[in-house]
T-cell receptor
Framework: NAGVTQTPKFRVLKTGQSMTLLCAQD?????MYWYRQDPGMGLRLIHY???????AKGEVPDGYNVSRLKKQNFLLGLESAAPSQTSVYFC????????????FGPGTRLLVL | DAKTTQPTSMDCAEGRAANLPCNHS???????VYWYRQIHSQGPQYIIH???NNETNEMASLIITEDRKSSTLILPHATLRDTAVYYC????????????FGKGTKLSVKP
């Protein structure tokens, strides 16, 4: 099993450009999450999903959109990137909502110039 | 969800036990204590969780005080690979809430 994978690993964008980050998991988990982590900070939840076709806002959702068209994939979109969105983005999945054993991907480093 | 307080940093000698404290004085009766760690540049990794009994798994032990206001994560024989940021999180299992990662404790294991 690959666990949780993220694509791409690193990306540089110009202000105003758009992009989509892809998260895939092969553990048949219902719940998936997108977090961002800024330097010296803990992770902050952007959006999460409780199942295929459903999404919900987390702590810092502004400027991001998400979609969960397939159970194994969770996409994070930036429609118009801003320098404040420079961060490391982590995807996670879990069997139980919220706590216990969230499995994290390796992260995507995004730099917005 | 419970607010947790952890020391900013700690050092530990390789091969010795690392004891990482966490205060969670506002934790409610149905909230679990979860521990995760994040090795540099990697995604967080689940370590252990508990409600009120002490717990042990292949990675660590979790000691929760009887009043549940604090807990200690114990890595029995720390290695250099245990150098990481350790996060203590209080959350009701199955909650609509989510893991709130504070700043954690930066553990440095030294040879």
């Amino acid at each position: 099993n690959a666990g949780v994978t993220q694509t791409p690993k690193f990306r540089v964008l110009k202000t105003g450009q758009s992009m989509t980050l892809l998260c895939a998991q092969d553990m048949n988990h219902e719940y998936m999450y997108w977090y961002r982590q800024d330097p010296g900070m803990g992770l902050r939840l952007i959006h999460y999903s409780v199942g295929e076709g459903t999404t919900a806002k987390g702590e810092v959702p502004d400027g991001y959109n998400v979609s969960r068209l397939k159970k194994q994939n969770f996409l994070l979109g930036l429609e118009s990137a801003a320098p404040s969105q420079t961060s490391v983005y982590f995807c996670a999945s879990s069997l139980v909502l919220g706590g216990e054993t969230q499995y994290f991907g390796p992260g995507t480093r995004l730099l917005v110039l | 969800d419970a607010k947790t307080t952890q020391p900013t940093s700690m050092d530990c000698a390789e091969g010795r036990a690392a004891n990482l404290p966490c205060n969670h004085s506002t934790i409610s009766g149905n909230e679990y204590v979860y521990w995760y760690r994040q090795i540099h540049s990697q995604g967080p990794q689940y370590i252990i969780h508990g409600l009120k009994n002490n717990e042990t798994n292949e990675m660590a032990s979790l000691i929760i005080t009887e009043d549940r206001k604090s807990s200690t994560l114990i890595l029995p024989h720390a290695t250099l690979r245990d150098t990481a940021v350790y996060y203590c999180i209080g959350l009701r299992r199955g909650s609509q809430g989510n893991l709130i990662f504070g700043k954690g404790t930066k553990l440095s294991v030294k040879p």
